[in-house]
């Protein structure tokens, strides 16, 4: 099977600060197809790509929509974020609709792929819907977050376009509970009953192995970091709007600090909100307890969950709508034995709720947030032990070995696959 992975999300490199998540899902399922080829179509990002990569485990393409190339910039860390930090980006999404569709026609008459593999509704999934209607080949999609919700905000014309392309669709999952939600909500309850039938909730995964063999002692490396003597909060992800950051800054402002063991809080990552950021923490005198660790890969990542002491995932819906899926830090911090301090605007809180692993805060609540990491920092050694062995069990199936494995199963097993209706679907009864 060939099986074209379309992204608008995707690192140049290894050491590239774009989220790796959709490049980490193709080397897993290669590796559980090894039979299987892959062929990924991501958009240039600025200067730094090139338009053809043969990697051990895919072929990488990339797709021009603007020129001068320096301008290429509405993508590769995140539509949203970008708009969000300069709206005038807005300006290129015609533009990175027409040449993603090209690119896709092209590479479908040359690769004749099996399967066009969208993930984000948008513009991928849009893009695939067209490209499915004008090739004959049968499309298949992963949803993020709020990728269907945007169309929302366009009237009339939005919600034609998800309750057109969607029913197109051969396969669907949804990283989340919230996220299929937000799908759902295009359609009545009779309708979505036949689509449902071919949709399910799969996450991203992490590679639980790596993350769990041993490593240097947390006080070797803290003291190797320049944080001895101190507990650590880990933040670890993109600086951006829905990351919730302005609310940890204000948990840590508030925070009785005195009454506390003495700890920092490492803020790991890069991102549109980076400058601000900091000036904020200088303003309000918060440079002794918020650090900027800059973004880390690789050894210097597993470093830093090697000796967090609590990891915290403040996470937001923005004004714009847009959110989390399902950062899968969390289930990196699992992975680690690290006790984790979610929002319930994360996705991913239904693995935490239960309480064994961590806590769930309000999003947007500074106050509880600066509670539950108060709570995580004093746990006794006993209740920190017995979270360390419940997080490592309860991550298992979110190893990408398994997940692959659904991935591969659910949506691309043609015995899965009964042709979509042009129309939105029909009651048929079932549910996911």
Request: charged content about 20%.
């Amino acid at each position: 099977m060939t099986v074209l992975v379309l992204a608008s999300t995707f690192p140049a490199s290894v050491t590239d600060a774009v989220p790796a998540f959709v490049r980490d899902q193709v080397v897993a399922l290669k590796r559980v197809r090894p039979d299987w080829h892959f062929a990924v179509l991501a958009p240039h990002y600025g200067t730094r790509t090139v338009s053809h990569v043969r990697h051990e485990h895919f072929d990488e393409h990339r797709f021009r929509y603007f020129f001068p190339g320096s301008l290429q910039t509405v993508a590769g860390a995140g539509i949203v974020p970008s708009i969000e930090k300069n709206p005038l980006l807005v300006a290129l999404l015609p533009f990175f609709f027409v040449f993603q569709l090209l690119a896709v026609l092209r590479l479908a008459r040359r690769l004749r792929p099996d399967v066009i593999y969208a993930h984000w509704f948008t513009p991928q999934g849009v893009t695939a819907a067209i490209a499915s209607m004008l090739t004959g080949i049968p499309w298949v999609l992963t949803s993020h977050s709020n990728d269907v919700r945007a169309w929302s905000k366009i009237p009339w014309a939005g919600r034609w376009v998800v309750r057109r392309c969607l029913p197109r669709a051969r396969r669907i999952t949804a990283v989340s509970r919230p996220t299929l939600e937000k799908m759902k909500g295009f359609f009545s309850d009779p309708e979505w009953e036949g689509l449902g039938q071919r949709v399910a909730i799969i996450p991203m995964g992490v590679d639980v192995a790596e993350l769990t063999r041993p490593g240097a002692p947390a006080e070797e490396l803290k003291e190797r970091y320049g944080y001895a003597g101190r507990k650590v909060v880990l933040f670890m992800g993109r600086l951006a709007p829905k990351k919730g950051l302005d609310y940890l800054v204000e948990a840590v402002a508030t925070m009785d600090r005195s009454a506390l063991p003495p700890f920092v809080v490492v803020i790991a990552g890069t991102g549109p909100l980076a400058d601000r950021l900091h000036r904020e923490v200088r303003v309000r005198g918060l440079s002794e307890w918020i650090v900027f660790a800059g973004y880390v890969a690789g050894e210097e990542k597993r470093d830093h969950l090697e000796m967090a002491d609590v990891v915290v995932v403040p996470s937001i819906e923005t004004a714009s709508g847009d959110a989390e899926g399902f950062p899968v830090v969390v289930l990196e911090a699992m992975a680690a034995g690290v006790p984790c301090v979610v929002s319930d605007a994360t996705g991913a809180d239904v693995v935490v709720a239960s309480g064994t692993v961590g806590f769930v805060v309000p999003q947007r609540d500074a106050g509880r947030l600066a509670s539950a990491v108060a709570e995580a920092l004093t746990l006794d050694a006993d209740r920190r032990l017995t979270i360390r062995r419940s997080a490592r069990t309860q991550v298992g199936p979110f190893d990408w070995e398994p997940i692959a494995e659904r991935h591969a199963r659910f949506l691309f097993d043609p015995a899965n696959h009964e042709p979509p209706t042009s129309r939105a679907p029909d009651r048929q009864g079932g549910a996911v």
